[in-house]
């Protein structure tokens, strides 16, 4: 069962690579992925531009006749057909709708005048072929009226031309052509909606009502601290407490969750050797590659580099979003990746971090060796923001800039936040301690060190006594050839991943081999009984918000809002954004503040609490504040959090990510084709129907384990089951609120800039 629970995110994700590739090899006649780039008779191939029969220019291709939009198009065209080796990646098939790129295999098609025309759903096919004139030939980008080519006005954009009807319109296109090139995704239809709902209030019964039920019957009776079931059955005592379990103090029983390991020993020391664990150091190549300091400067050279290229193409490429890699690879590919990394492999990112890398090496005047000579001041990080408040306000200030200002639109700009990061991370490591700005002020840490609770890698002891037992703490000290923790963990004590960065410095310098890379399920941090933070409450709060909220300023209901916002107050645009944006944030803490003070209400005074967040009392005195309440609850919507931001972020690493082949081979926008792909136009690698259902099961798996966290919270909180039933009902209602409003902006169509898909 311990290995089964940790295949199962690679079998969840197992499953979603064959719905993805079933997408592209479903569809009518055997069609497949390579069908997609064989163009209708009546679309120019370099453009997606519909040509009328008897307009344009023509040319024979594969023994038919294919239309053009004009002559550069054809011989383009043309030309790369016969001199590229991929030359059949540039046949292209739009969607007359949307305008966005399709695959045959898909299978959503119509045919019109001779002409068979491919949609991305049945949504547009549907639009379409309840009135083909609105879509068929060509019209003017701003204002969507008919236009002859003959006679109107032109406008060329990433070297494709169009038309408008006015020279006040073809100013208009001219002044942000990009803002033209709206491209509309749908979101899931109604009837998957509603039938995800009922899915999530099942799923919720049974998990509040089902296994409560199952263990009054006694099918899943455990031992009150966490092993099988032995006939020490718990006995109630005065106010709500357990019979005392031999060879325990007093009071542990009240505090320990029920699958709390044994006294003496931690819930990660138990496990580390168990049947949910797998300790990755035990295999040779593993193990070779995470002690070497060699290797690592490797990994952290490729990333550098492709960091340095990002700066380079947005400093200097063309600030054209279409034409250059910077944005696609930083907000799309990076930014979406980061998140599966983190669900996978926990905090791999900053072992591999760039920023880390460039400042550590102009620091040390060292690539891989250690050097306890270095050239910074090595003062300590101030007391009064040794937590993380300076990250979450950087977190808070990148989505307000991000959303805002449209920066993932701009290359430049995109540049300049990646160059703030390596500022700040050289400035910290000439000033201060070790990594102290990895532990307390980088937003990318901290952000995915919350995450990281989550994720499938830890590192950790294997034998708690053998720590205790060391004198010299090589791992918090350093030795010859590693340095110290950079984040002043001890691995003795340390329980979670947050702010772990993977660094692998504690297994070089451990001197008795007592470090593991474990494997483990999903989750396991939120198991675990540390000492909730008050920072991390709010950032944690902060994520879940603000997830939402990026995925709100996405659909038609953002531009709504804050045209509200507009027309109530006399405010310019950017005010507007930053009140709406200020008002999303506190509406879901709000809710959350609420439903905690309800959940304590309905406890306070009706059980007794088994430990508060400051000191650990008996069951016969401690007391529990709302405060506490707050504080602990929080970390149960991480789950939700994750899961709907990886669901989001999944269909642009689906829908734009492959564009990154194309312009790997021209990153600058300066017409190269270093890799033989800059004409390479590669379909999106998921049918939107397929896409629906990915995001709707990632949006429940994340319910279940927010249920199942609030579920261990709870019961580590109280004695008394009755009390633990009662306090859970609102968090169980605010966990399905959270969950509906993450399907519910799934449901809404997304607007998108195709220029920059």
Known sequence: ?????????????????????????????GATLNDARVPSPGICPPCGMTVAEGKGVSAEVDGRTQRFCRETCRDRYLNDRTSTPQAAADKRLLDPVCKMDVNAAWGFTHDCDSTTFYFCAERCRDEFAANPDAFIGERCLVCRTPVNIATALSATYIEKQYFLCSEEHRAEFKADPAGFFMHRMWGIPDWLYYVSIAALLLVSFFMFEGVAAFRRRGRLRRHPLGGENTGETPVPQSGGGRRPVPGCPAGAVAAAAPTTPACGTSAHHQA???????????????????????????????????????????????????????????????????VVLIMFAGKAWCYMCP???????????????????GLGLNLRWPRVVRNIWIATFFFVGLTWIELGFGVTMKPVITAYLGLLMLVLAIVSAFLFERKSFCRYGCLIGRV???????????????????????????????????????????????????????????LQACPHDNLAV?????????????????????????????????????????????????????????????????????????????????????????????????????????????????????????????????????????MEGQKVLALISDPFGWGWNVFGTARWVVPPLVSLDVLWVLQVTLVAIGHVYSLWAASRITRRLFVDRAAARRGQWPMLLGMIAFSVFSLWLLKQPMEMRTSAM
């Open 1 to 29: 069962m311990g290995h089964l629970k940790i295949a199962f995110p690679y079998i969840v994700f197992l499953c979603m690579g064959l719905g993805v590739y079933w997408s592209n090899v479903r569809g009518p006649a």
């Open 355 to 373: 920023w880390d890398a460039l400042a550590g090496w102009a620091e040390k005047l060292s690539f891989w060796k250690k050097k306890d000579d």
């Open 448 to 506: 995915s060190g919350l995450y990281a609770m989550f994720g499938g890698i830890e590192v950790r002891r294997r034998r708690d006594e053998v720590c205790h037992a060391c004198h010299t703490k090589e791992c918090v000290k350093g030795s010859q050839t590693a340095y110290g923790c950079p984040t002043f963990e001890y691995p003795g004590n340390m329980n979670t991943n947050t702010y772990c960065i993977q660094c692998a410095e504690c």
């Open 272 to 338: 580390a050797g168990g049947g949910d664990r797998i300790d990755l150091m035990r295999f040779g190549v593993v193990r070779a590659m995470l002690l070497s300091r060699p290797f690592r400067f490797v990994v952290q050279f490729i990333m550098a580099a492709i960091f340095l290229l990002i700066l380079a193409a947005g400093l200097f490429g063309n600030q054209n979003p279409g034409l250059n890699i910077a944005p696609l690879l930083t907000w799309t590919v990076w930014w979406g990746g980061l």
């Open 518 to 654: 474990n494997l483990r399920p999903w989750g396991e941090d939120l198991k675990v009984e540390g000492k909730p933070r008050r920072d991390e409450a709010y950032l944690a709060l902060l994520m879940l918000a603000l997830t939402g909220f990026h995925g709100l300023t996405m659909t038609p209901v953002w531009a709504s809002i804050t045209g509200a916002i507009e027309a109530w107050l006399p405010l310019g645009q950017i005010a507007s954004f930053s009140l709406g944006m200020a008002g999303l944030m506190a509406f879901p803490i709000l809710i959350y503040t609420a439903l905690v003070w309800v959940s304590y209400m309905l406890t306070t005074g009706m059980a007794v609490v088994a430990r508060s967040s400051k000191t650990n009392p008996s069951p016969q005195t401690g007391a529990t504040t709302y405060y506490d309440y707050f504080i602990r609850y929080a970390y149960c919507v991480l789950p939700i959090a994750l899961f709907y931001h990886l669901a989001h972020n999944l269909e642009h690493l689906l």
